[in-house]
């Protein structure tokens, strides 16, 4: 019997669940809003975890970042990419 597919590694923000915990590699864009991502703590080696998500389409979703929580749309949180290793010791 064949083992069943792996699941698709997490590689954007706005596709990791809420708990979700990882660890940012980059953003994805040039511009106002991936610098404003920079300066609030979303830089390469920060760890994220989701905290909440609204109902309908997620959007928008809570996400923790060093010690402050904010509130990201959808489209900001698919510009921060996420390395494909979970973060080991962090989160639930």
């Given at each position: ?12 923000l706005a596709d990791?669940p809420v708990g ?71 989160g639930p």
């Open positions: 019997m064949a083992p069943p597919p792996a699941e698709p590694a997490v590689r954007q990791l979700g915990v990882a660890t940012v590699e980059g953003i994805d864009e040039a511009g106002a809003l991936s610098r404003r991502l920079l300066e609030i703590g979303f830089y390469p080696g920060a760890h994220v975890e989701v905290i909440a998500a609204q109902w309908p389409g997620d959007d928008p979703m809570a996400v923790r970042v060093g010690g402050s929580t904010f509130a990201l749309r959808r489209r900001e949180a698919q510009l921060v990419r996420l390395a494909a290793a979970p973060v080991a010791g962090v």
